[in-house]
């Protein structure tokens, strides 16, 4: 299949679509105006296990990708289970440099220009005894990223949620996270930089059993409602699509796409056809069934038809079947192809990840840097070899976050 032209006028139309949202209510003043990404941003994510987990499942590097599918992003992601701001799980049993000097070593390799942190879970462990502590490690190694010339980003903890542990031990642990999350937003308001506070919203959500994996970590549905929330509170518009076609009068009113071309077939009566471009892409479903949510919804309406049933085509391909008065109620769409471009870009972040973390992390770097790489270190030159795989995958992602096109058909099955 061809290339579709996208008229200019189009164009011009999508670019408008996908600016940010005005500004939403009870939002903390340094989010105003929105957070931005540019042309050659690098952006790290430093912090604990809520970063290394998110290996597995790339929703939040997503997010950000897709948002700014224009432009020339790339992430790092350096989470590392059980840290601290003060780099304490990153330490070899070969000193120098310690664990700190390992974080920090770790950070001016990745070349940040922008870090999200995601600190504070471990250290609440410490409890009101070492509040003044934590602030003072995360406000020196804010200073440190300041000299880096790299923008940050503040995320707030996690609650522990009662799936495991005894509710006594729960209630306890969050009570101190509140007071580190507080802690946080502080530092972040004194240092004017944006802090997305999903603990609290995580506390107030009903259904925190769905989204995590033992009350501490969360699953793939967790991370994908991170991702969402942290939008949300970066004040990006949600990510809802839904198209309503009349079918008499052949216009169309849309929410997150451009139509154009849409015209009824004069030699097949009943078929009409229309061209799509998604202002963004949709977030690839968990799995285990469907999300809920607006994100999760992309509906097509399509009023004005004749009795029967009537199939619906993207690409050549059917993605749905309904009748005339299931239509004009509006169907769901399932398998198309912006969700299954999503799904490919999302394995393409998955993969690159892991092999960064293969590249920074290696199992036996004792042997390979470490005080017995006289026996292998002749080895770590593979590392580097890891740098041409980054950058295949990361070509693959430039070429995937960007909504394409496509041409939609309707056609009658059946007419009463």
Not at 189 to 204: A, E, N
Request: aromatic share 10%.
């Amino acid at each position: 299949m061809g290339k579709i032209r996208i008229p200019v006028t189009i164009i011009c139309l999508l670019l408008a679509f996908t600016a940010v949202a005005a500004k939403q209510t009870g939002m903390a003043p340094s989010l105003q105006p929105p957070l931005a990404l540019e042309d050659g941003d690098r952006v790290v994510l430093l912090g604990n296990s809520l970063f290394e987990n998110e290996l597995r499942y790339g929703y939040l590097e997503y997010a950000l990708t897709t948002r700014w599918a224009d432009r020339d992003v790339s992430f790092r992601n350096l989470g590392w289970t059980g840290d601290t701001v003060f780099g304490e799980a990153r330490g070899y049993f070969t000193n120098p440099p310690d664990a700190y000097g390992h974080l920090i070593d770790q950070l001016e390799k990745a070349r940040p220009t922008m870090v999200i942190l995601a600190y504070g879970t471990n250290e609440a462990y410490e409890g009101a005894k070492g509040l003044d502590r934590y602030i003072e490690g995360l406000n020196r190694l804010l200073d440190k990223i300041d000299e880096l010339n790299a923008r940050v980003v503040m995320l707030s903890p996690i609650p522990h949620f009662p799936v495991v542990a005894r509710p006594e031990i729960n209630t306890s642990h969050n009570e101190n996270l509140t007071l580190y999350t507080k802690a946080q937003s502080g530092v972040a308001d004194k240092r004017g930089v944006p802090f997305i506070d999903v603990f609290t919203t995580l506390r107030q959500n009903s259904r925190t059993g769905e989204l995590t994996t033992n009350g501490m970590h969360l699953n793939e549905r967790g991370y994908y409602y991170l991702a969402r929330e942290m939008e949300k509170q970066l004040g990006l518009r949600e990510r809802t699509w839904s198209v309503h076609i009349d079918a008499e009068k052949l216009q169309a009113d849309r929410q997150g796409a451009v139509i154009w071309d849409l015209a009824a077939d004069d030699a097949e009566p009943g078929v009409m056809t229309f061209k799509v471009l998604d202002a963004t892409l949709p977030f690839p479903r968990p799995e285990g069934g469907a999300a809920s949510g607006p994100a999760a919804g992309r509906t097509l309406r399509i009023t004005g038809l004749a009795q029967g049933y009537y199939s619906f085509s993207m690409d050549g391909r059917q993605v749905a079947s309904a009748t005339a008065r299931e239509w004009s109620d509006g169907v769901a769409l399932s398998g198309e192809p912006a969700l299954r471009q999503a799904g490919k870009l999302r394995e393409h972040i998955v993969r690159k990840n892991a092999m960064f973390f293969y590249q920074y992390r290696p199992q036996n770097r004792t042997y390979l840097l470490g005080f017995r790489s006289h026996e292998q270190g002749n080895n770590a030159v593979e590392l580097e070899q890891y740098d041409k795989f980054i950058e295949e995958l990361e070509a693959g992602i430039a070429g995937l976050r960007s909504p394409a096109p496509v041409i939609c058909r309707l056609t009658p099955t059946q007419r009463n």
